[in-house]
């Protein structure tokens, strides 16, 4: 590649990254699937990429395997199963605290199994919902919905969009990830909760549940049953090292058929700004990563992660979670994923690189999609400020990556 055409790929990839990180700007008013889309259009029209070249940058089994996840997702919301289990957590939980780790747990286990961000999605309208009604204060509940979503979603390939990318680049089978990495997300949780506990004790010593007195929601038990049903035949087929991405939509497929639903309701509720978002971020990355510039930075900081698995663990761990939080989690793990083939242990790097990227999201409000779905769908019932999640995310984000370092590389 020419001098010029390095120069426009990295200022095309650094007007796309500033475009998907902030706020919408009055000049260009594009959200981040747009702004994706213009770096595409722009690669290409650059010269950087040719059109054949950009097609084959989208890792289409990320792109399978998040719809698969998000059609079996739908079909539990429309089943009503998301709203009835927060209905359940608040009639069982008898105290404020209580109902805290019930949702954290609802939230950690829901977002392993499915995709966090559709998982927040979903849950979020349900949660302020059941808060309002049983007349507690909402900050507590949604910091725990968002951190346990992140926490969660860590022990398995299919748990956040990252982890999926991992996945197809690392051919690590899901049994093996999923071994190395459920242990840590357990811990996660029980650490995020403690932590938010301790903040949040005199508010939630203070508070009492108005327990609902009227029917449950409505529940669909044969659609949920046919779901889960589909649901434990695909994870049993990850376990089994079926192809991730056509297991998950296959069992996406044979909803639709068996569900009898209307598959207009269904295609509704995938997130396609979602897909639309990744599709056009592989080709962007892909044209960055043709400057050779990424290559270089890895060459200059090699000697900084050590000579030992054991240090190149730690120092890749807080390098991932540094550079999930400037570049955001998925843009650096489509970067500095190339990087991994040149340490020592490379499948355990994959693992470290999962752990950190997804714990550093917790740092700030801005550190994943999970974050920012939770606080602007409740932005009507309650306003979470940046130092007002801060405060919790800092202390979770460093006490969680500790431990969980430890554990994956006890566990190897």
């Known amino acids: 590649m020419d001098a010029r055409k390095e120069w426009l790929a990295i200022g095309i990839f650094a007007l796309t990254y500033v475009l998907i990180s902030g706020r919408r700007l009055k000049v260009l008013p594009l959200n981040r699937p747009a702004a994706a889309l213009l770096g595409t259009v722009l690669m290409v029209a650059a010269g950087v990429l040719t059109p054949e070249e950009a097609y084959q940058a989208v ?20 089943a009503g199963f998301f709203e009835w289990c927060a209905d359940r957590i608040l009639r069982l939980a008898g105290t404020p605290t209580r109902l805290l780790a019930g949702l954290m747990a609802v939230s950690g286990l829901a977002s392993a199994l499915l995709v ?50 991992i996945g197809s680049m690392s051919g690590i089978p899901f049994a093996v990830f999923t071994r190395s ?25 203070m508070a009492l549940i108005r327990v609902p007195t009227g029917p449950p929601p409505r529940l669909e038990r044969r659609l949920v049953a046919l779901s889960l049903m589909v649901l434990v035949g695909v994870f049993a087929g990850f376990m ?64 900084l992660f050590g000579a030992t698995p054991w240090t190149q663990a730690w120092h890749w761990a807080w390098f991932s979670a540094l550079g999930s939080n400037v570049f955001s989690n998925v843009p650096f793990v489509l970067v500095a994923g190339s ?69 994956v590389l006890w566990i190897g």
């Open 59 to 78: 890792d289409y089994d990320t792109l399978v395997l998040l719809l698969g996840m998000m059609l079996i997702a739908a079909y539990l919301h429309l």
């Open 116 to 165: 966090n961000d559709t998982v927040c999605l979903m849950l979020t309208p349900l949660v302020v919902a059941v808060i309002v009604r049983g007349g507690l204060p909402l900050p507590p509940y949604l910091l725990a919905l968002a951190m346990s979503a992140n926490l969660g979603s860590v022990a398995t390939l299919v748990g956040n969009p990252q982890n999926m990318i």
């Open 181 to 205: 990495l459920a242990l840590p997300a357990v811990a996660g949780l029980l650490l995020a909760f403690g932590v938010l506990w301790w903040g949040f004790r005199d508010v939630l010593r």
């Open 240 to 303: 089994a090292g079926w192809r991730l991405a056509w297991t998950a939509l296959g069992g996406g497929a044979l909803l639709m058929v068996l569900a009898r639903r209307d598959t207009h309701e269904v295609l509704k509720l995938v997130d396609w700004h979602l897909l639309v978002f990744f599709a056009a971020l592989f080709v962007v990355v892909e044209g960055f990563n043709r400057t050779g510039l990424p290559d270089q930075w890895y060459e200059h900081l090699r000697p």
């Open 339 to 407: 990087w991994i083939e040149n340490f020592l242990d490379p499948v355990l790097m994959w693992k470290v690189m999962a752990l950190a990227t997804t714990f550093a999201g917790n740092l700030t409000i801005l550190g994943s999609v999970a974050n920012i779905i939770v606080v602007e769908s409740a932005r009507g019932h309650c306003e979470v400020g940046f130092w007002d999640y801060a405060r919790y995310g800092i202390p979770v984000t460093l006490l969680t990556t500790i431990v969980g370092m430890f554990l």
